[in-house]
């Protein structure tokens, strides 16, 4: 029961605290985490008086650069380039040459052979939101994007972390693997709102009272089987161990009977075989 009480509890409150308002984007940067009596709910892109498109950048693209490599990204979103746009070799599935930028989320730019690269490494169909730290859930959340390719697949991981101080980077770009980034940011917008719940229900006790009566249930099904297909018992004989079952009851009452004069002792009128007796 305690097991169904919580995830009940906790997709209750996801369903009122996920609704989309109508001049939010998309949900697509909303990410919740349930801890003990806590509920962090994160929604990156929710406008607040001092950032109206919550952490998506106001130009239309964060960018950050580090040893001739130039990151170009957008959080929850396609990046928009009303300015400096990218200006590179293999833009075809970013938009082009002529919208270079404009039809995915994140795009990186290497100098190779004296030519500036371009490749398409995030998308925001792709996004994936996991924890920072999961020993402390508001430190703040990853926000990883994909961009599957012919030859490699490429992600970039960027970090939010919590600071109501204000924003703060990109910065630190690194490059690990073939083809994966990773920086990081402080934004308002990473830190989350923390709901306290309330659990109900029985624990692991109740808990363990569900598991006793599966095993119980599954015990009588699979003797009532075995007693009516290899013994060819017919009628209410089928129940295994029936006259225990019938006895149950009274065992019960006696059993209790027995516990509730131990407790209370001898009631008023009761007399010991060897109490005295006035003739």
């Known amino acids: 029961m305690a097991v169904l009480n919580d995830f009940l509890t906790f997709f209750l409150l996801l369903s009122i605290l996920n609704r ?21 709910n994160y929604s990156l892109d929710s406008p607040t008086s001092n950032y109206p498109h919550g952490v998506l950048s106001e130009d239309g693209f964060y960018k950050v650069a580090a040893n001739k490599t130039v990151l170009w990204f957008q959080l929850c979103d396609g990046m928009i ?6 200006r590179c070799v293999g833009c075809l599935d970013c938009g082009g040459p002529a919208r270079c930028g404009m039809e995915c989320s994140a795009l990186v730019s290497e100098n190779l052979g ?14 994936q939101i996991s924890l920072i730290d999961k020993a402390k859930p508001h430190t703040g959340v990853v926000v990883k994007m994909s961009s599957g390719g012919l030859r490699v697949n490429c992600s970039l991981s960027v970090s939010v972390y919590c600071d109501a101080n204000g924003v703060k980077g990109p910065n630190a ?23 306290s719940v309330h659990r109900s229900g029985w624990s692991w006790l109740g808990t363990l009272f569900i598991i006793i009566l599966c095993l119980l249930g599954a015990y009588l099904v699979a003797g009532t089987a075995y007693r009516f297909f290899a ?4 009628g209410i004989e089928l129940i295994p161990n029936l006259e225990f079952w019938l006895s149950l009851p009274h065992r019960t009452q006696v059993f209790f009977g027995s516990l509730i004069r131990r407790f209370r002792g001898p ?6 075989s060897y109490s005295p007796v006035n003739f």
């Not at 939010?24 to 349930?34: G, K, T």
């Not at 380039?81 to 990218?86: C, E, S, Y």
């Not at 009631?267 to 010991?272: C, F, I, L, N, P």
Request: hydrophobic share 25%; aromatic share 8%.
């Open 20 to 40: 989309v308002e109508s001049n939010r984007i998309s949900n697509v940067c909303d990410f919740s985490f349930l801890q003990q009596n806590k509920l962090y």
């Open 81 to 86: 380039f009303n300015h400096n746009p990218p």
């Open 114 to 127: 004296g030519y500036d690269v371009c490749t398409t490494i995030g998308r925001a169909s792709s996004i």
């Open 173 to 195: 770009l690194k490059h690990i693997g073939d083809c994966e980034y990773t920086t990081e940011l402080r934004h308002p917008n990473g830190c989350a709102k923390i709901i």
């Open 231 to 234: 013994l060819g018992i017919r």
């Open 267 to 272: 009631t008023e009128g009761h007399r010991s």
